[in-house]
């Protein structure tokens, strides 16, 4: 007589087989946390000049508007950088997360990414007039901007309207990036349709902010 054998089905979850949510999570705040320091820093530039009467300085000196706010950039760009290495570090060393992609690409995602953050915050602080109108524009676009980047709630369960107004969102980006190169190994095909929208809201919002620093000037 012939025997059966019953067949047990198992379960294998991809990319994080145990489930375990610092995997999801802390790659999801290397992008969360460099956006808030390089945030923050860059859109109290021009504000901390104006307020404190130093940026009359800056405007009778021989630099042209592009080279004040290339300038004034270049502190928020590093400080992102700084603050997602911590994060990179803290991932790898002590949440034991494997990073499964390139290190270097992650890094020129993120420089993509920080030039995006730092010419909304530039466009911020060339539109307010103190220091505490520039920290406020910051946090206004802050809940929204993580709101709508799928780092707590899933994007597929947004309204169809809000799915659409991610695609505007940096932080919608970078965070499938980062999350993509840690735990899915992927590759510059995969990225670069992530990349291209960062670098197309970097240039308009950095010559936005320019129109408006020049018309400050006037």
């Known amino acids: 007589m012939e025997q059966k054998t019953s067949v047990q089905l198992v379960t294998r979850n991809w990319f994080n087989p ?3 949510y610092t995997w999801f999570t802390v790659p999801g705040l290397v992008a969360t946390l460099a956006m808030m320091t390089s945030l923050i820093v860059t859109a109290m530039t021009v504000a901390r000049e104006r307020e404190v009467g130093t940026l009359d300085q800056l405007l009778v000196s021989p630099l042209s508007s592009w ?8 502190p928020g760009i590093l400080v992102g950088i700084g603050q997602a290495t911590l994060m990179i570090l803290a991932a790898i ?5 494997p990073l499964t992609g390139s290190l ?8 993509a990414f920080l030039l995006s953050i730092v010419g909304i915050g530039l466009f911020l602080s060339s539109i307010a007039q103190s220091q505490q109108q520039a ?7 802050l809940a929204p901007a993580v709101i709508l980047s ?5 994007i597929e369960n947004m309204p169809p309207f809000l799915q659409m107004l991610t695609n505007l969102n940096p932080l919608k980006h970078f965070l499938l990036i980062s999350r993509g190169v840690f735990l899915k190994e992927h590759h510059l095909t995969e990225v670069w349709p992530h990349i291209y929208p960062l670098l197309g809201i970097g240039a308009v919002t950095l ?7 020049k018309k400050k000037i006037a």
């Open 67 to 74: 080279e004040i706010l290339f300038g004034k950039s270049i």
């Open 207 to 213: 010559i936005g902010s320019t129109l408006f620093f």
């Open 150 to 154: 799928g780092f707590a709630t899933p």
């Open 135 to 141: 920290l406020l524009y910051t946090f206004l676009f």
């Open 104 to 111: 270097t690409l992650l890094y020129v995602s993120l420089f």
């Open 93 to 97: 060393y002590f949440f034991h997360i």
């Open 18 to 20: 145990n489930l375990l």
